[in-house]
């Protein structure tokens, strides 16, 4: 985990979002299934991300040059963190826009 936030820029992005989100966890002061959820889906994203830099670094040690096929892994990894960053997202639009308005 550490070695991610050192190295990693969209770590360390999520990571601020994350104690962004959090720190609005408190003032809004959510109840503990939100808090639940809400904890997953930042442990998802990080984590799915955390694999994704994973397999990225194997491909490149794998295959350095360019090749359409690592760029196809390399992709559908990438998706993969879209997927979860997208319902991270509604999740967090659904505990917290009924406290917003």
Known sequence: ?????????????????????TAFGFYF??????????????GMVMGVEGANTAIEKVCDYIQPNLDPKIGLIKDISAGAVMIVSVIA?????????????
């Open 89 to 101: 997202s509604i999740i967090g639009l659904i505990i917290y826009i009924p406290k917003i308005f």
């Open 29 to 42: 002061q959510i109840s503990r299934t939100e808090w639940t959820i809400q904890l997953l889906s930042i």
């Open 1 to 21: 985990m550490f070695l991610l936030l050192r190295t990693e820029p969209s770590i360390k992005i999520q990571f601020v979002i994350a104690l962004i989100i």
